[in-house]
C-alpha cells in the first residue's frame, strides 16, 4: 500500500518528558508535513521540510523540532512536554507545487 | 493574514437531502483551494483540487465549485455514509504548498 504512515497511533506521556512521534512515506514526494488538530478539530501547520528548506510557523514552541533522515521520512520530537501539546499530530507529504498534501491516520498526543 | 471560514459549523440532513457547504477565504496569492474529508479517527482524506474562479469538480454525489472569494461543495441526495467532517483548505504561493484548513462542517445524515 502506497501510503503515509505514522508511529504511534496513541502517545500518553507524563509532563516534561521528551518523545518522537515518527512518519514514513512511500509515494515519492518530495516535501513532507506536520500539523496539529486541537480539541475543537481545528488543524494548523506546523513545519513544512524538503530537502532544501525547512518551513516552520512562528507560532510553533522551539520545543517541536522536526528530523529528516532522509527524503521518505520526518520525525517529530518534543522536548518538555506541556499539558497545552496534548492534541492529534498528523504528518503529510506531498509532490510539487499546487499539489493535495496526502495525510496519515494521525497520532493521539496525551499529556497528564 | 490568509483566512479560510467554513459554515455551518454543523449540519443535519435526512437522508436525499440535498444541500451545499460554504468555504470561504482571504487570501494573498491563491494557488489552489482543497477540500477534504475526515472521518473520526482518521486522517484527512483528499477529495478535490480546485485552481481558478468558475472551476468545478464532481466526485460521486459531491460537486466542488469556486468562485474568487468562497467554494462550495455541494452534496446531492446525500447517503448516511456521507456523514463526516469537511475540510477546506487553502495553498497560497508565497507558502509552499503548505495548506491553511477552515474549522470544517461536521456533516450527519440520517437515514
Known amino acids: 500500500d502506497t501510503a503515509v504512515s505514522q508511529t504511534p497511533k496513541y502517545l500518553v506521556t507524563q509532563m516534561g518528558n521528551d518523545k518522537s512521534i515518527k512518519c514514513e512515506q512511500n509515494?515519492?514526494?518530495?516535501?513532507m508535513y506536520w500539523y496539529k488538530q486541537d480539541s475543537k478539530k481545528f488543524l494548523k501547520i506546523m513545519f513544512s521540510?524538503?530537502?532544501?528548506?525547512?518551513?516552520i510557523n512562528e507560532t510553533v514552541p522551539n520545543r517541536f523540532s522536526p528530523k529528516s533522515p532522509d527524503k521518505a521520512h520526518l520525525n517529530l520530537h518534543i522536548n518538555s512536554l506541556e499539558l497545552g501539546d496534548s492534541a492529534v499530530y498528523f504528518c503529510?507529504?506531498?509532490?510539487?507545487?499546487?499539489?493535495?498534501?496526502?495525510f496519515g491516520s494521525g497520532t493521539q498526543l496525551s499529556v497528564l | 493574514e490568509d483566512q479560510v471560514t467554513q459554515s455551518p459549523e454543523a449540519l443535519r440532513l435526512q437522508e436525499g437531502e440535498s444541500s451545499s457547504l460554504n468555504c470561504s477565504y482571504t487570501?494573498?496569492?491563491?494557488?489552489?483551494l482543497f477540500w477534504y474529508r475526515q472521518d473520526p479517527g482518521k486522517g484527512p482524506e483528499f477529495l478535490f483540487t480546485?485552481?481558478?474562479a468558475g472551476e468545478e469538480k464532481e466526485k460521486e454525489r459531491l460537486k466542488a465549485t469556486l468562485t474568487k472569494k468562497e467554494s462550495f461543495l455541494h452534496i446531492t441526495a446525500p447517503k448516511p455514509e456521507d456523514s463526516a467532517t469537511y475540510l477546506c483548505a487553502v495553498q497560497v504561493v508565497s507558502a509552499g504548498n503548505m495548506l491553511t484548513f477552515g474549522g470544517g462542517t461536521r456533516l450527519m445524515v440520517k437515514p
Open positions: 509515494l515519492g514526494h518530495d516535501t
Open positions: 521540510y524538503n530537502n532544501k528548506e525547512l518551513i
Open positions: 480546485l485552481y481558478s
Open positions: 503529510a507529504s506531498s509532490q510539487g507545487a499546487g499539489t493535495a498534501n496526502r
Open positions: 487570501v494573498s496569492g491563491l494557488r489552489g
